[in-house]
Nanobody
Framework: EVQLQASGGGLVQAGGSLRLSCVAS????????IGWFRQAPGKKREALSC???????YYADSVKGRFIISSDAAKNMVYLQMNSLKPEDTAVYYC???????????????????????WGQGTQVTVSS
């Protein structure tokens, strides 16, 4: 069974940090690009960052310089270190995997793209002012 399990969300004050984790199972982790997305209430889904099997990392402008994506292939884990959090970062955060959206492609899909191979369940991040 394919699973993507995101965790690590919570409540944090503005300026604080959180690290999200995404554990993958049921597919060959090394063949997939893994990305992080978020969706705030009433807003469209937003692509944040992705990491390719070769280790290349890409970021949306909204999080560049504040968020860091990393992976541990031995553990089938992808992390999103979120620093200098702002109230506007409040959202449900999701991880996703795709075997074809390499390079920056995963960041360029439309908000309602339905072709992603796998989605994880979300984890809530709330940033208080």
């Amino acid at each position: 069974e394919v699973q993507l399990q995101a965790s690590g969300g919570g409540l944090v004050q503005a300026g604080g940090s959180l690290r999200l984790s995404c554990v993958a199972s049921g597919f060959n982790f090394d063949d997939y690009a893994i990305g992080w997305f978020r969706q705030a209430p009433g807003k469209k889904r937003e692509a944040l960052s992705c990491i390719n099997p070769d280790g290349r990392r890409y970021y949306a402008d909204s999080v560049k310089g504040r968020f860091i994506i990393s992976s541990d292939a031995a553990k089938n884990m992808v992390y999103l270190q979120m620093n200098s959090l702002k109230p506007e970062d409040t959202a449900v955060y999701y991880c996703a995997a795709d075997a074809a959206l390499f390079g920056k492609s995963m960041l360029m899909i439309s908000h309602d793209y339905k072709g992603m191979d796998y989605w994880g369940q979300g984890t809530q991040v709330t940033v208080s002012s």
